[in-house]
């Protein structure tokens, strides 16, 4: 097999193999029940699951162009900007991901929610963030955007700012410095913050169940069919979830590990 | 001629005029502010700049080669050297001035795969693309062995030409000198001297400036007479020594004297009643490929070099003349 970089030098490196094969054996070892604990012959899907699937794909996507628009901005100002109350602002992207996802949707449905100052507010203007598209896709953005955020965050603070300070001295606005020099450079840390922030909003449960148990998506549905029916309608909707969440994440990486080795 | 003005107050506070012209070179010790000078010029920092002061980085037409060269490592060769062209075929503009320097070969390299030397030559035609009035390097001979260095050199006064641009260079290394048109001296974030290299090496303005130009002896003594406008009659220990000074200094004043190790003249005997003369002990003595390098006994301890021709013992007492047009004097601060 052809490996890709150089362990010359690693000091004991078959037990460090072992040791990460063991670890990597013991993480995906739960996922062989969906080989093992599947009646392969019986496979089937459950009322809505292609609907539920639809739901996942389409609004997570939403979502995720809504993490990468608004979160990048505020990834590159965190990255570059450094005032004294910095780390404060360090600490409030934080409190989305401490909050436990049942409580952060509650606290999203009782801002949001139609008895709130600011969700009648929206209502008023014909937008209702509770159990709506909207309302499903604002749960994954709070979700998803935070672990954006912060891997963006550190994407950008990987680029060196002297060589931004050459593009400067070579005639490009801050503006063209960004999309020439910092984006680009960013990309691998980049790619990888989108592959993090669409697996959390795809397989987001917790804050999604609260604010917006319909549109049902995937999790929810899992959910629905092991009350509504049992472990053998949650597997196909398992399986196909892997299917239609991984490639994204899996071609981003390659692609992005393809241009790195150039 | 072109000439430049900057004041800053920090990371060094600045006040500095200095005028360019071909190569020029900025002499300043680690530390003194060259880098914030160039980045001052840059628009960098904040500072006040004559000319372009009012203008963003982006607008001043200047070129800047930085230490290290700072190469974009995603882009290809040709893509950094395109990087500043507004021209609608950059990709064969790029080429167009790679092939000046018979680097075409390289275009479709990434930086990571050149020598430290192309690397070089390349953030130099990159800065030369943005077509600027002046091109400022910074330390562009730090970090190479002298015979890479002395290509440099010849390369870049090669290309100034080559694009008639003019270059300033700011560094701590003196060899550069020799081939500028014009070099000032940076110390204590003023420019201490202004003009032709030969100018300045034969009359440094303070010890410092000669200890920063490689002159390696330097001692006190008392002015006792003035011979005439530059010549002044010294006393150093026991001995008086016939001195050049530039500034007026009056009897009784304590000066110090300084002298380069290589115009310090190996004498013998015979010429014991020759002017400026020290009889002394050799305390080390080492033999270079190039050169033989001494040192004699205090009071009086000086360093001197000669061509290594003769490959016999060395003597233990050595007859040393200091020319007195050699022999510099200041006033002691």
Redesign the interface.
């Known amino acids: 097999m052809k490996r890709i970089g150089s362990s010359r030098g690693l000091p004991l490196e078959a037990p460090l193999l072992l040791f990460s094969l063991a670890i990597l054996v013991i993480l995906i070892a739960p996922f062989s029940e969906m080989f093992f604990g599947l009646d392969w012959q019986h496979l089937q899907f459950a009322p809505n699951d292609l609907h539920a699937i639809r739901t996942s794909l389409v609004y997570s996507g939403t979502a995720l162009l809504l993490c990468i628009l608004l979160g990048t901005p505020l990834a590159w100002w965190m990255a570059r900007r450094r005032y004294r109350w910095s780390p404060i602002v360090d600490a409030l992207i934080l409190l989305p991901l401490l909050t436990p996802p049942l409580a952060l949707g509650i606290l999203l449905a009782s801002f949001f929610g139609p008895y709130a100052s600011v969700g009648q507010f929206l209502s008023h203007w014909g937008l209702r963030l509770v159990n709506t598209a909207p309302a499903f896709i604002m749960a994954q953005v709070y979700a998803a955007m935070p672990y954006y955020v912060l891997s963006a965050r550190a994407a950008f603070e990987g680029v060196p700012t002297d060589l931004e300070e050459i593009s400067h001295t070579l005639g490009k606005s801050s503006w063209q410095t960004f999309w020439l020099v910092t984006l680009p450079m960013a990309r691998n840390g980049l790619t990888a913050a989108i592959a993090l922030a669409w697996v959390r909003a795809m397989g987001e449960f917790g804050v999604v169940l609260i604010v917006a148990y319909y549109p049902m998506g995937i999790p929810v549905k899992i959910y629905q069919n092991l009350e509504d029916i049992g472990l053998s309608a949650v597997y196909p909707l398992l399986w196909v979830f892997f299917l239609v969440a991984i490639p994204l994440p899996l071609w981003i990486r390659l692609r992005s590990r393809r241009q790195a080795l150039l | 001629m072109l000439a430049l003005h900057c004041q800053t107050d920090t990371p060094v506070a600045l006040d500095i005029s200095l005028e360019v012209e071909g190569l020029s070179v900025l002499l300043g010790r680690s530390g003194e502010g060259k880098t914030t000078f160039l980045r001052a010029l840059?628009?960098?920092l904040p500072a006040r700049v004559e000319p372009w002061g009012h203008l963003?980085?982006?607008?001043?037409p200047?070129?800047?080669l930085?230490q290290g060269y700072?190469l974009?490592?995603?882009l290809r060769v040709w893509q950094n050297i395109a990087?500043?062209m507004r021209e609608r075929d950059r990709r064969q503009a790029a080429l167009e001035l790679l092939e000046r320097i018979g680097m075409s070969r390289f275009a479709e390299q990434?930086p990571a795969a050149l020598s430290g030397g192309q690397q070089q030559r390349v953030a130099l035609l990159?800065?030369i693309a943005?077509k600027p009035k002046l091109l400022l390097l910074d330390e562009p001979t730090s970090a190479l062995d002298p015979q890479t260095r002395d290509e440099i050199i010849a390369a870049l006064s090669e290309e100034s030409a080559i694009f008639s641009i003019p270059l300033l260079v700011v560094t701590h290394d003196v060899s550069i000198c020799a081939a500028a048109q014009r070099m000032a001296i940076l110390q204590d974030g003023r420019i201490q001297a202004d003009g032709e290299p030969a100018e300045i090496f034969s009359c440094p303005p303070n010890p410092q400036a000669a200890q920063m130009l490689g002159m390696e002896n330097f001692f006190t003594g008392r002015v006792e007479e003035k011979l005439s406008k530059q010549e002044y009659l010294v006393r150093v220990h026991s001995r008086r020594l016939r001195a050049t000074g530039m500034a007026d200094h009056s009897p009784g004043e304590e000066v110090i004297l300084g002298i380069r190790a290589e115009h310090v003249l190996l004498r013998d005997a015979k010429d014991a009643d020759a002017e400026n003369l020290i009889v002394s002990e050799v305390v080390e003595w080492h033999r270079q490929p190039l050169w033989q390098r001494f040192v004699t006994a205090p009071p009086l301890s000086l360093r001197g070099r000669f061509l290594a021709q003769d490959r016999s013992d060395p003597p233990r007492t050595l007859y040393l003349q200091l020319p007195a047009e050699k022999l510099l004097l200041w006033k002691k601060e």
Not at chain 2, 56 to 60: G, H, L, S, V, W
């Open positions: 840059l628009g960098l963003p980085t982006e607008q001043r200047l070129g800047y930085p700072r974009f490592p995603h990087f500043p990434y990159r800065a943005r």
